[in-house]
């Protein structure tokens, strides 16, 4: 079975700054995928960023990076130069690669806040 | 840019109702899923859906729990007989393969159960 932690339920961060939100995970797959979605208080869910388990780079897109550190099993998103529309609830979220359309399992979420 | 679309954006029912909520996937997407998200909680897969019939189902997805492809666009989630546990955010997501493709998110259906 996979399992996703986040273990921080709330994050503040100062508008420009760096965040970082954190995300292990647990499964016994040999390969599998990474993936961060935003949920802004409108309610949808957005996808961020991707990785896979056999990707030797860090994925990155535009002022989202995915530090992935596979021997610690961990995850973590870092939203660089942060914007007030960042403010939303971030999930971390993985699937099995091996076979068919497997579903997506997801933490139970970060609030970020991004002060003025 | 293509979107999942999900209609009602909120569904009122009383307790003992049946309710259908719909769903139009990207249109060149295979796969579909069902995930509900209960209030201030993680989201939770319901149903997988690829070739006309289910590929995998959680524990949450009961005998009262059914989905369709009823044509070439739309993908339905019923729920035959609501209880107020059933009260949550029901997004529909689809992606064109299986594995690495991110799945797309629709902007979701808030089912309240009274």
């Known amino acids: 079975a996979q399992k996703i932690t986040q273990t921080q339920p709330g994050m503040f961060v100062q508008e420009k700054e760096a965040v970082t939100l954190d995300c292990t995970y647990d499964?016994?797959?040999?390969?599998?995928?990474l993936f961060w979605y935003k949920q802004p208080s409108s309610g949808e869910m957005i996808f961020l960023i991707y990785?896979?388990?056999?990707?030797?780079q860090n994925a990155t897109e535009g002022r989202y990076s995915l530090n992935f550190q596979k021997a610690r099993k961990s995850a973590n998103l870092v939203i660089s130069a942060s914007q007030l529309g960042d403010s939303a609830m971030y999930f971390c979220a993985m699937r099995c690669l091996n076979s068919g359309n497997t579903p997506l399992v997801f933490g139970k979420g970060t609030r970020l806040s991004v002060i003025a | 840019e293509p979107e999942v679309t999900q209609t009602p954006s909120h569904q009122v029912t009383q307790m003992g109702q049946e309710v259908i909520l719909r769903c139009v996937p990207i249109s060149n997407h295979l796969y579909f899923y069902w995930y509900r998200q209960i209030l201030g909680q993680k989201v939770e897969f319901l149903v997988s859906f690829y070739n006309n019939e289910i590929s995998e189902k959680s524990e949450i997805f009961d005998d009262q729990f059914s989905v369709e492809r009823p044509d070439g666009s739309n993908f339905t989630l019923k729920i035959r007989s609501t209880k107020l546990e059933d009260s949550a955010m029901y997004f529909c997501a689809s992606s064109v393969g299986s594995g690495m493709d991110e799945q797309y998110f629709g902007p979701g259906t808030r089912l309240t159960v009274t």
């Open positions: 990785q896979g388990s056999y990707d030797e």
């Open positions: 499964t016994s797959d040999q390969s599998y995928g």
